[in-house]
């Protein structure tokens, strides 16, 4: 026999399986054999060792269950008793059981992931992909604001328990500064206040804003880079804290008793927060994620880092803010692009509302024109987190963002500029 | 009939029997084959509660189809192709919950657990003791070996089936149930192998 032949019949020899001669045959060879030999010993020893392993017993019960089912069968009952199971695995425990196991399945937990990552992308949809909706929802906001904050404004502001609005204006108190001065709604900072809205000579900032009894129709809203009016939104917390400043001054005018405590919204006729968007005080439903996120990710430099000096510098200035901002407009507009910087800087870092806009959109033409997309790129990632900018601004930020090589976000703006709501541009 | 003609009747001769009205011939066929079934069936699901409840459920259904039984094959290859669809059906609704713990009990009668069951730091100078732990380690051995290959090994070591009925029963071939029994055998070989090696240090 060969090793071959032999090899092949191991197993069988090994299970008793072979015939009495053929077994002799190739035990004679696995004798004789180097290779086959010990192979067959390996086997052999497995079986053996398999040959001991005990035969279990299963409990008496079973058996006897089995025979109350054999006796019902032989009296020649139709119907054979219930199948008991053996153990604790019925009622209220089998059901657990099966429910377990069908929670534990992988499709339910397939199930479970897919839902998650849809309700976080849902969750994390910006609210800029609904502008309409959003605008809508900012005028309601706007008009229950008019409504109500000249009639109970304690009770929409010191009265309203709103953590992250207190927590702001503590910190301003304990650095000297009341939120009221800051926001020009105190009797002192008020009259400069309203100075400043009189004296607002620059462009659309001149323009006079109707105040249909403390309400805004959406047409106003909509008519210039600054359309949104103070709404209430979290995601529009920083187009409210910079370009609420004129409506709010006019409103002043019509409501002069509103009172500081509306620091506490940020709805149309709140006083916005004199510089920094991060600063806007938190609204009840504003989320802080959102809050925190206008700030570091759209900022020129030196914006958010504005010390509380330089904005009570500003709330002081506000005039001679104006006045630089329209030169340095003028300049930016005839090239002399190094005195608009020089004038429009000052303004971007100190001023609050549309004079910080209009200084921060000026100095990026004013970069773009000199071909510094670089240093542009910062002031327009700011104008465009607004959800109203206007088209022509968008394309002007989507042509820098390709120049420095940010295609995604350019295709972003591009985008954004084709949609029929954008505004076409405020100046 | 008495008992002990009734225990030297074959298995057909027994359900023959029971179709006719013979209960104990019923009994008799269950004690010879609830242990060997309770084997296969703990080997093949290591869960004693599922086993005995598939146990049952196999010896109902022979109860069931006793008068259909045709004495095509034999007694013995349709019960355990029975027991095995039965356990292959568990096993399948079961199987994304099939996980052995080292804390749980094994169900098989033997109160240690599994990690009990392993070798101890100490030195086993007893051969006994060598022995129980080398049949402990064939079964965690045969625990961990494919489905298909566990079902014939234990077909054919535990209850001496042919290789043709095993065939029959798992419906393949006779050379592949041979094939199959090879490539367990080779997969316990090399488990007991290396707890051969543990033993001879420990000696």
Redesign the interface.
Known sequence: MSCESCRDL???L??D?LPADTAAEARAHALTCERCGPELA??E???Q???????????PE??R???Q???A??AGKAK?PA?E???S?SGLASWFARI??WA???QVAMASVLILVVGIGLYALPIGQAPETTALRATEDESEGAAAEPAAPSAMGAATPVPEADELQEQRRDRGTSAGELLGTTPAARPRAEESAKAAPVGRLAKPKAAKGGSYSLDDRLDGYGSDKGDSKPAVAERAASNAAPERKEYQEKAPADSASGAGRAGGFAPAPPASPAAAAPMPSQAPRETQGTEPAGAPPGASAQSEGEASEASKDSTQQLGQLAQGIAASQRGDYGQAEKLLVPVAKSASGSERTQANLWLARSYRAQGDCARAVPYYRTLTQSLSVSRDVLEEAADCFTRTGNEPQASKLRARAQQPTQQKSPD | VRQNDLETCSDEQLLSLYTRGELSAMGVLVTRYQRPLFTFLMRMCSDRSRSEDLLQEAFLRLIEHADSFEGGSRLKTWLYRIARNLCIDDMRRRKHRKHASLDAERGDGDDRTLHDQLPANSAISDRQAVGNQLTGQMMSAIEKLPDDQREVFLLRQVHALQFKEIAEITAVSENTVKSRMRYALERLQSALAEYRDYAEELR
């Open positions: 191991l197993i069988e090994v299970c399986e390996k086997l020893g497995t079986m060792v398999a040959s001991k392993l005990p035969l279990l017993a299963p409990s079973v058996e269950r089995i025979m089912a054999a006796r069968a032989i054979l199948r199971r053996s153990h695995e377990s196991a534990m399945s992988p």
